[in-house]
T-cell receptor
Framework: EDQVTQSPEALRLQEGESSSLNCSYT??????LFWYRQDPGKGPEFLFT???AGEEKEKERLKATLTKKESFLHITAPKPEDSATYLC??????????????FGKGTLLTVNP | EAQVTQNPRYLITVTGKKLTVTCSQN?????MSWYRQDPGLGLRQIYY???????DKGDVPEGYKVSRKEKRNFPLILESPSPNQTSLYFC?????????????FGQGTRLTVV
């Protein structure tokens, strides 16, 4: 069974204080790892897809990296508007199904001005 | 605008009264899914569909039904809702392609069963 563990559960930063969120996973045949941002009461918003170890993607203050066992979401000089829950999900081939995204429980990021 | 639309956004109902939450996507996606999100449990898949007339159970299917008669629509049916189905529900869709594309989510439906 595919599993995704995100840490920390919650992270509080000062504006401009860079940090990283972790996503550890176990999956049979990784077909993709996805990062989403979710604001309270809203649907997850897609950020990045990573397909293979060593791959990196960047968007504004966010950078996602992938190894064979985990992914990191690096946040450089965050702003208060970056406050949200960040979700990690994997798409694997376990059980013969390529159709299920398995989500972690998320990291609640708060950036104080 | 490419989007996944759920209705209603908010619903309060009583135990046992059948209800349907609609989901529609305008991106011609093959795959559609329903999730529920509960505090401390994260997003859990209820049902998914690979294409028209093809559906399968996710992790928490008990008490729910789905149908996929048209490619764009994937309604979630609660035949006899119970208070433990109080939750935030999300519909998602993604392109088939090679099977590893990102999912697009609807705005969510907050359901309360009293």
């Amino acid at each position: 069974e595919d599993q995704v563990t995100q840490s920390p559960e919650a992270l509080r930063l000062q504006e401009g204080e860079s940090s990283s969120l972790n996503c550890s996973y176990t999956v049979s045949g990784l077909r993709g790892l996805f990062w989403y941002r979710q604001d309270p009461g809203k649907g997850p918003e897609f950020l990045f897809t990573l397909y293979s170890a060593g791959e990196e993607k960047e968007k504004e203050r966010l950078k996602a990296t992938l190894t064979k066992k985990e992914s990191f979401l690096h946040i450089t000089a965050p702003k208060p508007e970056d406050s949200a829950t960040y979700l990690c999900a994997v798409l694997g081939g376990s059980g013969g199904s390529n159709y299920k995204l398995t989500f972690g429980k998320g990291t609640l990021l708060t950036v104080n001005p | 605008e490419a989007q996944v639309t759920q209705n209603p956004r908010y619903l309060i109902t009583v135990t046992g009264k059948k209800l349907t939450v609609t989901c529609s996507q305008n991106m011609n996606h093959e795959y559609m899914s329903w999730y529920r999100q509960d505090p401390g449990l994260g997003l859990r898949q209820i049902y998914y569909s690979m294409n028209v007339e093809v559906t399968d159970k996710g992790d928490v299917p008990e008490g729910y039904k789905v149908s996929r008669k048209e490619k764009r629509n994937f309604p979630l049916i609660l035949e006899s809702p119970s208070p433990n189905q109080t939750s935030l529900y999300f519909c998602a869709s993604r392109w088939g392609g090679n099977g590893n594309t990102e999912a697009f989510f609807g705005q969510g439906t907050r359901l309360t069963v009293v």
